[in-house]
């Protein structure tokens, strides 16, 4: 059931997420964009939280090309046209964790990150479970929102852990826009 939970809160952030009620009529896709790196081809690990997984870091407005080939091939995989930009918004699943990607020319760009179970931890040992005193061991109290969230941004990263009855339920990497 946790686990079913868990999925149907993943699909409601990716469906939110890849709305296009932020693009607005008359605007052109550059005026939504992410902070992308400056270059396409060569790896840019920017300032922020990072997800690693096994040793592979998977930061946002990364290029997710060398990323993907140090995953290896997704359990699943969905695409579709983008609202905010030219190409395609890509979705990979790695059983435990969703990365989400945006196009930007010939190379696409983790665009967020997030958990769906516990078998994965933020670099601080927060997973999908961990009690809201150890999110504030790790993290602070100061990105708590005051009602169920803490969210954190650094670099052109934010981090936001959701909690419910003060365990958490969701954590998400994601890339910070302008």
Do not use: H
């Amino acid at each position: 059931m946790k686990k079913l939970i868990c999925s149907v809160l993943a699909l409601i952030m990716v469906l939110s997420f890849a709305g296009c009620a932020g693009n607005e009529e008359g605007s052109t896709p550059s005026e939504n964009k992410v902070d992308t790196p400056s270059s396409g081809n060569a790896p840019v690990v920017a300032e922020g939280y990072v997800f690693n997984y096994k040793g592979t870091k998977i930061p946002v407005n990364e290029n997710f090309a060398p990323i993907l080939k140090a995953l290896g091939d997704p359990k699943s995989y969905d695409e579709k046209p983008s609202c905010a930009f030219n190409g395609k918004d890509k979705t990979y699943f790695y059983g435990s964790f969703y990365v989400a990607t945006y196009p930007d020319g010939d190379n696409d760009y983790v665009s967020s990150v997030w958990f769906v179970d516990d078998s994965v931890a933020t670099d601080e040992g927060i997973t999908i479970g961990s009690a809201k005193a150890d999110v504030e061991k790790a993290y602070g109290a100061d990105g708590f929102n005051g009602t169920n969230a803490y969210i954190m941004t650094k670099g052109s990263s934010r981090l936001t852990i959701i909690m419910k009855d003060d365990v958490v339920s969701s954590i998400q990497y994601d890339a910070v826009t302008k």
